[in-house]
């Protein structure tokens, strides 16, 4: 059995809304072992929510393979991406995506529902997420419309670990929160990790949060953006 919990090679990708003069991303290879902590960081526009869609099946590469744990995501069908991701992988996106008008259980239970997660203990689960997460148990029949940012932002990552995740992506989730919420977070989200045993990939542009991580790495010297020109040259 494989080490690597990630492996892409010969990634490209363009997407076809993009101008005419950027022919996309591209990717020779990348690997990150079962769990392994990575801070990615680069300029907005550099690609990084890209990468992170591609990891997750959300956009498929025009060429080239996306390894996740020895199954190539990119040769599935939507559904089977789409149970893939969901039984598989965590995301924290930094909108958090939390549906306003439903409760915090209802939220993290659409999540179990689409992994197809029918363990009875499922809502166990939630309130023990909670608890480690430091929110009060009143909380869980709150709209999460009523919560704060930071309230919003635990609910988003209990939300991504209900399924006991083996792959955890998280976007930007620290631009909203103040310097002492910021590092309660980071110290909570690296408890979580020690104690699951999960890969992490964290994007952000707060290189000042990238000692908590096993590397750091810069998405210009992981990928390159192409020219029109040079991608017909290749």
């Known amino acids: 059995m494989s080490t690597l919990a990630i492996n892409l090679q010969d990634i490209h990708y363009r997407h076809k809304d993009t101008p005419a003069n950027y022919a996309g ?3 020779e290879q990348w690997k990150v072992g079962i769990t392994e902590r990575v801070f990615l960081y680069g300029n907005s526009g550099s690609g990084k929510t890209t990468l992170l869609n591609l990891l ?8 080239g393979s996306v390894n996740l744990f020895d199954n190539n ?3 599935l069908s939507n559904s089977q991406r789409d149970l893939f991701r969901a039984k598989n992988i965590g995301v924290v996106s930094q909108k958090f995506n939390l549906i306003p008008y439903l409760s915090v259980l209802k939220n993290i239970q659409l999540a179990a529902y689409f992994a197809k997660n029918s363990r009875p203990d499922v809502n166990n689960d939630v309130k023990t997420l909670l608890n480690v997460l430091q929110l009060p148990n ?3 029949h709150r709209q999460v419309n009523q919560l704060s940012v930071g309230q919003q932002q635990r609910v988003a990552i209990a939300r991504a670990l209900i399924n006991h995740p083996r792959l955890l992506l998280v976007d930007e989730p620290t631009s909203a929160l103040d310097a002492s919420a910021k590092n309660a977070f980071m110290d909570l989200l690296m408890q979580i990790c020690d104690n699951t045993k999960m890969t992490l990939i964290f994007v952000s542009h707060d290189t000042a949060l990238s000692h908590h991580f096993d590397s750091s790495l810069d998405i210009t010297t992981l990928s390159r953006t192409l020219s029109k020109t ?3 040259i290749a």
């Open 138 to 140: 009143n909380i869980i």
């Open 73 to 75: 995501i990119s040769t």
């Open 56 to 63: 997750c099946g959300i956009l498929i590469p025009t060429s």
């Open 25 to 27: 991303l591209s990717i």
């Open 230 to 232: 040079e991608e017909n």
